[in-house]
Structure formats: C-alpha cells, structure tokens
C-alpha cells in the first residue's frame, strides 16, 4: 500500500493505493466524521463494488444512490437527484459523501458535497484509471452546461482518495486506453523519464500488468499532487494540467457529450498540442498558452489539427483510432 500526500494545509489529504483496498485492507470509516454518509455510483458500478465498499463502512449509517452511466448524464438534474437524497434521508452537516465510480461520478457527486450545507465531507473512491491518476485528485468538482464541458462547479477537496487497483480488473479496454491518455499527459508536461518509461511499458500497461499499472497511477498522482498543492485554484502552473483538454473539451461538445469518451478527447487534444514537438511542449515557458493551444509551435496548425480531428469524427473515420 503506497500512501501520496496532496499537502494544501488544512485541506490536505492521503491519497491511499493498493490491490484489496476495498476488502478491508484499509478502513475507510475512519474518514466519515459522523454516524453516516452517502454512497454515490451508477447502474454500472454499484452492482459490482456496492456491497464491498458498505462491509469497509460497517459502523456506519449507509445510504446509496446508483446514477444513470454516462457524460451525457453529468448535469445539474443529475446533481438534484444527489441532493433529494441527501435531504430526504436526513442528512447533516457531518454527513460524508462518497463517490464510487469513475470521473463523472466523481465530478458530480464531488460538486453535490460542495453545495449541500454549504460543503460537507468528501471521498474519492475512483474505480477507472482515468479517475485514479487525475479526476480524484485536486477538488475540481462541476457538471456540464450545454454550452460548455464542466461549466458549473466547485473546488472542494475530498477528505481521501482510496485507489483500489484491483478494480480495473472489470474495467473494459476502451477506458483502460482513455485513461492512460491523461497518464501520458502526465509524462509529457513535467517528467520526461516518466514518458520513457511509458514508452518502454505501453505493452505491459495496455496487458493490464498490475505492477506496471501501480507505477502509472503512484507517479501519476505524485505529479497532479505536487502541481494542485503549488497551485490548487488554478491561477498558474495548475493550468498545465489541462494540456490537451482545449481541444478535447471541443471535441466533446461538438460531438455530443459521451460520443467520445473523455481520455479519448483529451489524446486527440494533445496531438495538436504537440504541433511543436514534445521538448517544445515540456519546455514550454507559458501553460496557459499551453492550455490554450496558443504556445510556441501551436499557432494555425493547431487549430486546423483540431478541425480535422472533429471532421473525421463526424464522418466516423478516426472514433476508436486515437
Ligand atoms: N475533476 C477533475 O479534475 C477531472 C479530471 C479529468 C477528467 N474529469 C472528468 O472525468 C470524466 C471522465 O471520467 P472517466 O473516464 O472515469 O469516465 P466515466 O466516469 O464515465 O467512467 C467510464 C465508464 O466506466 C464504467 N466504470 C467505472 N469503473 C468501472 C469498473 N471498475 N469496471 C467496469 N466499468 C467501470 C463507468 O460506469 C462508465 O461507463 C469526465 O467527465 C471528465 O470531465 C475530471
């Protein structure tokens, strides 16, 4: 079991990686500060961890709630349907809710914590490898607008993050590859032995090997950990961390949310954000240029990269080939 510190004083948090987590091989009980909490998943994920995750909460009161699956779902009518809950069950401000699934869940129930009660208790329990080596992490919390991918939300920070690798043992290929997407991005905007060795393991990862997994999700959260305690409100170097979401969040909109799956968007995203070559990008001076697409080398190819990108994916040529 690794243990990665997110330092943000008061607010700072563990976040907690291993295989069997869930089976009691850390108590997660001890992060609920009151008698009882929310459990928030989908039709997807509930049935297959629901009742794992409940046994490590024996002692406390445990209410769920199963989301529909799907970006297409993550919206403020989805966000209402958490906080009926949390009123019809009598929650109080020392309630705990705890999001088990993966990024939109976690998005989603993460922003519902931030506005009940002006904030209560959070926990990330991240069940896809996109969830486990970026959304987790940080407190960026919201739900979409139909003019814009995350357009309402909060930073609240989680009280922990328990990654529970053995969960990606049920997870299909397709997000398997999506979340290594942000992996890489990782490698590409602040450790280029970390993108070698990526290089050198792609076979392994794509094999689900857990070891190599473990090392991809522990060095991934160590970046986003170091970035978001530097920065965690976004007003610099966190702005790095969106390296080929400008574009990606386009291609999301453009194509209806859930038509390409987020780690999908943002690899098509980074393609033009590499315009200039990698060292150019790891070197860049300016991350929101970065983040905008605007930096050195990006200028015109980038946008042209971009609008060929969602051209081709309108005609359904390059979907599953990024
Ligand atoms: N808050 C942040 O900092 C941040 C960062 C990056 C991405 N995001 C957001 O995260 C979202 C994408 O997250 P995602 O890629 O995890 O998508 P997702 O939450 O839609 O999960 C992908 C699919 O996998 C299923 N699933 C989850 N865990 C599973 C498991 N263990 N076994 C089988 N199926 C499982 C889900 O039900 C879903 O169908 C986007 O909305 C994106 O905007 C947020």
Same mark, same amino acid.
């Given at each position: 079991?690794?243990?990665?510190?997110?330092?943000?004083? *008061?607010?700072?948090?563990?976040?907690?990686?291993?295989?069997?987590?869930?089976?009691?091989?850390?108590?997660?009980?001890? #992060?609920?500060?009151?008698? !009882?909490?929310?459990?928030?998943?989908?039709?997807?994920?509930?049935?297959? #961890?629901? !009742?794992?995750?409940?046994?490590?909460?024996?002692?406390?009161?445990?209410?769920?709630?199963?989301?529909?699956?799907?970006?297409?779902?993550?919206?403020?009518?989805?966000?209402?349907?958490?906080?009926?809950?949390?009123?019809?069950?009598? $929650?109080?401000?020392?309630?705990?809710?705890?999001?088990?699934?993966?990024?939109?869940?976690?998005?989603?129930?993460?922003?519902?914590?931030?506005? #009940?009660?002006?904030?209560?208790?959070?926990?990330?329990?991240?069940?896809?490898?996109? $969830?486990?080596?970026?959304?987790?992490?940080?407190?960026?919390?919201?739900?979409?607008?139909?003019?814009?991918?995350?357009?309402?939300?909060?930073? =609240?920070?989680?009280?922990?993050?328990?990654?529970?690798?053995?969960?990606?043992?049920?997870?299909?290929?397709?997000?398997?590859?999506?979340?290594?997407?942000?992996?890489?991005?990782?490698?590409?905007?602040? !450790?280029?032995?970390?993108?070698?060795?990526?290089?050198?393991?792609?076979?392994?990862?794509?094999?689900?090997?857990?070891?190599?997994? $473990?090392?991809?999700?522990?060095?991934?959260?160590?970046?986003?950990?170091?970035?978001?305690?530097?920065?965690?409100?976004?007003?610099?170097?966190?702005?790095?961390?969106?390296?080929?979401?400008?574009?990606?969040?386009?291609?999301?909109?453009?194509?209806?949310?859930? *038509?390409?799956? =987020?780690? *999908?968007?943002?690899?098509?995203?980074?393609?033009?954000?590499?315009?200039?070559?990698?060292?150019?990008?790891?070197?860049?001076?300016?991350?929101?240029?970065?983040?905008?697409? !605007?930096?050195?080398?990006? *200028?015109?190819?980038?946008?042209?990269? $971009?609008?060929?990108?969602?051209?081709?994916?309108?005609?359904?040529?390059?979907? =599953?080939?990024?």
């Amino acid at each position: 079991m690794k243990t990665i510190r997110v330092d943000l004083g *008061e607010r700072s948090y563990p976040i907690i990686i291993g295989r069997g987590l869930m089976d009691g091989h850390f108590v997660l009980a001890d #992060y609920v500060p009151g008698s !009882d909490c929310l459990v928030v998943s989908n039709e997807t994920v509930a049935p297959l #961890y629901l !009742d794992r995750l409940r046994q490590n909460l024996a002692g406390r009161e445990v209410a769920s709630i199963s989301l529909a699956d799907g970006e297409s779902f993550k919206t403020l009518a989805t966000m209402q349907t958490i906080l009926d809950k949390l009123v019809a069950s009598g $929650a109080n401000r020392d309630t705990a809710v705890i999001a088990l699934g993966g990024g939109v869940v976690g998005d989603i129930a993460g922003f519902a914590a931030a506005c #009940y009660m002006r904030g209560v208790a959070f926990i990330q329990v991240p069940t896809t490898l996109l $969830a486990q080596v970026d959304s987790s992490v940080g407190g960026k919390t919201g739900v979409n607008h139909e003019k814009g991918k995350n357009l309402i939300g909060a930073f =609240h920070q989680p009280r922990v993050v328990l990654i529970d690798t053995d969960t990606l043992n049920t997870l299909p290929m397709r997000e398997v590859r999506a979340g290594l997407a942000e992996v890489i991005k990782h490698g590409v905007i602040c !450790d280029p032995t970390f993108f070698a060795w990526l290089e050198s393991n792609m076979t392994a990862l794509l094999e689900k090997d857990p070891e190599a997994l $473990a090392h991809a999700i522990q060095r991934s959260c160590e970046i986003k950990a170091e970035v978001v305690a530097e920065d965690e409100r976004e007003t610099g170097r966190r702005a790095i961390l969106n390296f080929g979401h400008t574009f990606g969040h386009a291609i999301e909109r453009c194509l209806g949310y859930g *038509e390409w799956l =987020h780690g *999908e968007a943002v690899a098509a995203g980074m393609i033009p954000g590499c315009g200039g070559g990698i060292a150019n990008r790891t070197a860049c001076h300016s991350p929101r240029a970065l983040a905008r697409g !605007d930096g050195p080398g990006q *200028e015109g190819s980038a946008k042209k990269a $971009a609008f060929c990108l969602v051209a081709l994916a309108r005609r359904g040529l390059c979907q =599953h080939r990024l």
